[in-house]
């Protein structure tokens, strides 16, 4: 176990694509990812690290180029953050229909516009049914471990589907954080040389990217889908000998607290650490409330969150993404599906905050599962409600 | 592929849909597309080859005579070849017709 340093989370991310002994990255900076690419260039260019290094003028050309470096066996990475990631839309799922194992990290920011370089949910929302396993981290020990873990999952030879690590912009990038980095005889325990089973090489060519017609295209969206889903297992079993090397152990569910609780409060990314405080002011206060929070977004931990939630009887959903015109959040959206066909299944209530960056503190958690509770006791119906928003 | 495409499971597929034999697209019957076929007139061709040069399949081959003669295995009925011949030596028919 290497030793406890302090390091600003962007350059930890850095530092695990190194340690992965990445060939190749593809980036464009954008704000707040820049730091993760910065520090990567620089170390490509100080010669600590052997890899290309892209410059591309777009984020569409970054996801480009990782298309073509992946085909050709290389270990590739990439970074991005809100308009970047919607810029890579439409390569997001050649990427994942070739199974292509990209790994990028994404540090959530709001959607344009208003024009919000901070950060929420929107980038991730709106890439939700690109076909990638799509990961959150709270903090920066999470970050460092879940990228190396992404690449072992992602490279897996019964999956070879590009990853997603989540952690939000600012709140998260740029905090400097103490944790525990690995060395890279211990990486290399853990993460074998990538071997990609078809690359392009001229000595056997195949075709990558081909079309399909009305005849074929359902059958590819099948395939597609079931090896997205069969990489549960793979997952599992990465995170089991993560945590039998390196002792920290994560699993597609979280819980805080949650064992005798009767109301719960679900949340994604790193406000799961400021909701975890009022949880305990809560508890304080004599009211039985536990934290859930999903790590695994896609493919969707149904089987732990139907678990993990099977006793509350109120589940106060926190969503930083707003989907207009719609049911409200999209976790929350997502949870009430995941639930409509439970007989003992908690009362859903959903709510909106933190967007573009806004801080939501201790006390609005404290504030939104008291609202929860009385919403669920008066019986409100309401889709869900903002906080923190000016009437 | 061995197996006619209609009859193709999402279990045989590569993975990733790759195309394990180069060229393959040359088996692609594009050819069932057409509503209309070209009929060559050989009186009134003066074997230039601007429907060879034209046809964007490309699926015009030159005979043994040297004429040009659309590969109806691939041609999709555009009619590019009869818009384009200078002298009016191919027509545009139904199928079926």
Request: negative net charge; proline residues 6%; hydrophobic residues 40%.
């Amino acid at each position: 176990m290497g030793k406890r340093v302090g390091i600003e989370v962007s350059f930890a991310i850095a530092e695990a694509a190194k340690l992965a002994n990445s060939d190749v990255i593809a980036a464009y900076p954008i704000t707040p990812q820049t730091h993760i690419v910065e520090r990567l260039a620089e170390m490509v260019s100080d010669g600590e690290l052997d890899a290309q290094f892209i410059c591309v003028e777009s984020e569409h050309s970054a996801m480009s180029a990782c298309l073509g470096s992946c085909a050709v066996g290389a270990r590739t990475f990439t970074a991005t953050a809100g308009q970047g990631l919607e810029l890579m839309h439409e390569v997001l799922y050649v990427a994942a229909s070739c199974r292509l194992p990209i790994v990028m990290a994404v540090t959530n920011r709001a959607i344009s516009g208003p024009l919000n370089v901070w950060g929420d949910h929107s980038d991730v929302m709106a890439t939700r049914d690109c076909g990638w396993i799509q990961i959150f981290a709270e903090n920066g020990q999470e970050a460092f471990d879940l990228t190396l873990c992404s690449f072992r999952i992602a490279e897996d030879p019964t999956v070879l589907i590009p990853t997603m690590i989540h952690i939000d912009g600012f709140h998260l990038s740029h905090m400097v954080e103490p944790l525990y980095l690995l060395d890279q005889e211990e990486v290399d325990k853990f993460l074998p040389p990538f071997k990609y089973p078809f690359p392009l090489d001229p000595d056997h060519p195949i075709t990558m990217g081909a079309f399909a017609p009305p005849v074929l295209y359902t059958e590819a969206r099948k395939s597609q889908e079931e090896a997205l889903q069969a990489s549960r297992e793979v997952i599992r079993a990465c995170f089991e000998e993560f945590a039998r090397l390196f002792g920290r152990r994560y699993s597609f569910v979280e819980n805080y607290r949650s064992e005798d609780a009767e109301i719960l409060l679900l949340t994604m990314g790193s406000f799961s650490e400021t909701a975890m405080t009022a949880i305990d002011a809560l508890r304080n206060q004599g009211i039985k409330v536990g934290l859930i929070h999903p790590r695994l977004w896609r493919p969707f931990p149904f089987e732990e969150l139907r678990k993990g939630v099977s006793q509350a009887k109120i589940l106060v959903v926190f969503d930083r993404c707003l989907s207009y015109g719609g049911p409200g959040g999209p976790v929350a959206s997502e949870v009430k599906s995941a639930l409509y066909g439970e007989k003992n299944r908690p009362e859903v209530v959903s709510f909106v905050g933190g967007l573009g960056g806004r801080d939501v503190t201790p006390e609005e958690f404290e504030q939104v599962v008291k609202r929860g509770i009385e919403r669920v006791e008066k019986g409100i119906r309401k889709e869900y409600e903002m906080i923190g928003v000016r009437e | 592929m061995a197996k006619p495409e209609h009859e193709i499971t999402w279990k045989d597929l590569e993975v990733g849909c790759i195309v394990t034999e180069p060229g393959n697209a040359s088996q692609y019957q594009t050819g069932d597309w057409r509503s209309q076929r070209p009929i060559l007139n050989k009186e009134r061709c003066i074997q230039c080859g601007l429907c060879y040069l034209f046809c964007p399949e490309p699926c015009v081959k030159q005979d043994e005579e040297k004429y040009f003669v659309a590969d109806l295995f691939y041609c999709k009925g555009c009619g590019i070849c009869a818009r384009e011949c200078p002298m009016g030596a191919i027509q545009m028919v139904e199928e079926g017709a």
